[in-house]
């Protein structure tokens, strides 16, 4: 079954709003979760990297003020994108390492974002 | 930077095998991963090579590592209609790094 669940599956929202979209790892504690992007017919982009505990990094050219992660618990992740734009619209895919070092990482469902 | 590269599409008649190439650049590269997407969906992880090694099969797949030339591949043994989908590699850099670079997917297409 799955490890990694993601909510909302899919939202469509307005230009200038705001949209949290949740990651959970499920019976097991994710101390790191990564964010990824995918345009269409493009591969994954990694945005950021979310730590329990501590502030996020980000990868070069990804605003933080616009892509505002938390990770208050060890199974929990956030990413809220702010002041959507359309050109925001996308697939958001965030995915964590089972344990610590570990090779196998497991990938949300991700979630469809539409900006209209 | 890391650079993944991938074919981005290959149809085969179901039955016959797939095979589905990928090159790297970083040779500091640990493991390997090969990912599979359905549309609209996340990933699936399919299978994943350490970098010492130069083969691995699972049931119908097969990966083969050629570490000095940097390609990486997928062979998919009696390829099916549910094979349809857009396979990702992806290499995880130097130990003790966890994020993943990907390829840019190739969308493989099964024909009946």
């Known amino acids: 079954g799955a490890v990694v669940s993601q909510h909302p599956s899919r939202v469509i929202c307005k230009s200038g709003t705001s949209v949290k979209i949740e990651c959970r790892s499920l019976?097991?504690?994710?101390?790191?979760m990564f964010w990824y992007r995918q345009f269409p017919k493009q591969s994954l982009m990694l945005m950021a990297t979310s730590n329990e505990g501590s502030k996020a990094t980000y990868e070069q050219g990804v605003e933080k003020d616009k892509f505002l992660i938390n990770h208050a618990s060890l199974t929990l992740s956030t990413l809220t994108v702010t002041s959507a734009h359309p050109e925001d619209s996308s697939f958001y895919i965030c995915?964590?390492?089972?344990?610590?070092?570990?090779?196998?990482?497991?990938f949300g469902p991700g979630t469809r974002l539409t900006v209209t | 930077g890391e650079d993944v590269e991938q074919s981005l599409f290959l149809s085969v008649r179901e039955g016959d095998s797939s095979v589905i190439n990928c090159t790297y650049t970083?040779?500091?590269?640990?493991?390997l991963y090969w990912y599979k997407q359905e549309p609209g969906a996340g990933l699936q992880l399919l299978t994943y090579?350490?970098?010492?090694?130069d083969m691995k099969q699972d049931q119908r797949l097969t990966v083969l590592l050629n570490k000095k030339d940097k390609h990486l591949s997928l062979r998919i043994a009696d390829t099916q209609t549910g094979d349809s989908a857009i396979y990702f590699c992806a290499e995880r850099g130097q130990t003790g790094a966890n994020n993943l670079f990907f390829g840019t997917g190739t969308r493989l297409t099964v024909i009946p």
């Open positions: 995915s964590t390492p089972r344990g610590q070092g570990s090779y196998e990482q497991y």
């Open positions: 019976d097991f504690q994710a101390t790191t």
């Open positions: 970083d040779s500091s590269s640990t493991y």
């Open positions: 090579i350490f970098s010492n090694m």
